[in-house]
């Protein structure tokens, strides 16, 4: 089964022994992945259901290692709610080595039903000005068919991954549905003025050049037009070839650019490097993968990267 049809089944998956096992009066329990579909389910569900994260604060899902005490969780679960796209592939052998018994739960893909146009499936870098796409592809935690997962970080397709755990809200716990409709409602609401926030502030740095250490910002650079004209590290945890960081070193001194931005997720020395090789200053964006889990993270996280971007390309 390829990852489309796989994202479709589990953006829908059941799995049936029953009835949903929470009483008259008690709290679904809702687990998510990473901090953004957190912040997602957290905000749909307000005080109506129990939310946690399988990932603790500052563990990345590419770092994550799931314990009997994680299969536990994720066994009582009603809803299992993950971003999808390749990010958790660990999941679907968490998902197999905890089904529940004698109850339901759904398992939802925050990113399934995205249209093919808007996901990202290589690496795609302005070299010297013009995009052109990588033609070498590999095989890593971002799934077989190499698309990007990092859709969190346009508000947009964080609204459309909103939409898709609110259905799944209201199917286990259709009592309260109403209410998790309002609830996401005043959320969605709050995103759609966090994108015009965004836009209108990052206008005036579109042709600014910028480099970023591994490949989160296409869905982010592409959403608000900037100019990020190449990755450090175009596979997590696999350093690049020196041809490759040759050719990275011309792009960066012909197209002006000014700043590259590590990431606290990573190791900095490489980054560090490449700043000083080309006397261009070293700053850092967080994608957002993990950090505090509180509801407003995600925003304060993006108004954060704008704050950033702000200061460092103005």
Same mark, same amino acid.
């Given at each position: @089964? ?49 939310? $946690? ?11 994550? /290692? ?9 066994? /009582? ?20 080595? $905890?089904?529940?018994?004698?109850? @339901? ?18 690496? #795609?870098? /302005?070299?010297?000005?013009? @995009? ?16 990007? *997962? ?31 409709? #309002? ?34 910002? *296409? ?5 608000? /037009? ?36 590590? #990431? ?24 957002? #993968? ?25």
């Amino acid at each position: @089964m390829n990852s489309r049809c796989r994202s479709i089944v589990w953006c829908f998956l059941v799995v049936w022994a029953g009835v949903f096992s929470c009483a008259a009066g008690e709290k679904i329990r809702v687990v998510t992945t990473i901090l953004p579909v957190y912040c997602f389910a957290k905000n749909i569900a307000g005080d109506l259901a129990d939310v $946690s994260s399988l990932l603790e604060s500052g563990v990345g899902p590419h770092d994550f /290692q799931y314990k009997a005490s994680d299969l536990s969780r994720l066994k /009582q679960a009603d809803i299992v709610v993950l971003n999808g796209l390749g990010l958790e592939s660990w999941m679907q052998r968490a998902l197999e080595s $905890s089904k529940p018994t004698g109850r @339901m739960r759904l398992v939802v893909e925050a990113s399934s039903g995205l249209k093919s146009e808007l996901i990202y499936h290589v690496t #795609e870098l /302005q070299l010297g000005g013009d @995009m052109k796409k990588e033609t070498k592809v590999h095989d890593h935690d971002h799934g077989h068919d190499m698309a990007n *997962p990092h859709t969190w970080l346009n508000p947009r397709l964080a609204m459309h991954a909103v939409t898709n755990i609110l259905q799944a809200f209201q199917k286990a716990d259709p009592g309260n549905a109403p209410r998790y409709a #309002e609830n996401a409602r005043q959320y969605l609401e709050r995103l759609s003025t966090l994108d015009s926030e965004l836009d209108t502030a990052l206008k005036p740095l579109r042709q600014k050049a910028f480099v970023v250490f591994h490949d989160a910002f *296409p869905y982010f650079t592409s959403r608000y /037009q900037l100019r990020m004209v190449g990755v450090i590290e175009e596979v997590p945890d696999v350093e690049p070839t020196l041809k490759y960081l040759s050719n990275l070193t011309k792009t960066i001194r012909k197209n002006g650019v000014k700043v590259i931005f590590a #990431e606290p997720q990573f190791p900095v020395p490489l980054a560090k490097r490449i700043a000083s090789d080309t006397g261009v200053r070293l700053s850092e964006l967080d994608p957002l #993968e993990t950090g505090r889990f509180e509801p407003t993270a995600y925003e304060d996280g993006l108004r954060q990267i704008l704050k950033t971007l702000v200061n460092e390309l103005k």
